[in-house]
Nanobody, 124 residues
């Protein structure tokens, strides 16, 4: 079992930045590839970013490429999502998740542990 707790969300103006953190605990959390997803009201949950267990490989959805960066500190069992140049359409609840498979993935079905989410609101 792995427990995930996101933090760092909040209200920011368009063009601003936020850094989300995902603290992991439980059984060997650093061994899991991790992902970030988001869900806005009335919309489907969507993939945002993923990172391999080593941190070497990353994957992003096109709408955040070049603006968001995911990283991890396995010594601290924490994964980060640095979000720059935020837009109102980035507003959503952001979730981190641990991937069952030993590869990065954009598929939500590949993730078995999920955090409770943190709200990000970007004002125009």
């Amino acid at each position: 079992q792995v427990q995930l707790v996101e933090s760092g969300g909040g209200l920011v103006q368009a063009g601003g930045s936020l850094r989300l953190s995902c603290a992991a605990s439980g059984r060997e959390p650093s061994k899991y590839p991790m992902g970030w997803f988001r869900q806005a009201p009335g919309k489907e949950r969507e993939f945002v970013a993923a990172i391999s267990w080593s941190g070497v490989n990353t994957q992003y959805t096109g709408s955040v490429q070049g603006r968001f960066t995911t990283s991890r500190d396995n010594a601290e069992n924490t994964v980060y999502l640095q979000m720059n140049s935020l837009k109102p359409e980035d507003s959503a609840v952001y979730y981190c998740a641990a991937n069952f498979y030993n590869r990065t993935s954009y598929r939500a079905d590949d993730y078995i542990y999920w955090g409770q989410g943190t709200q990000v609101t970007v004002s125009s």
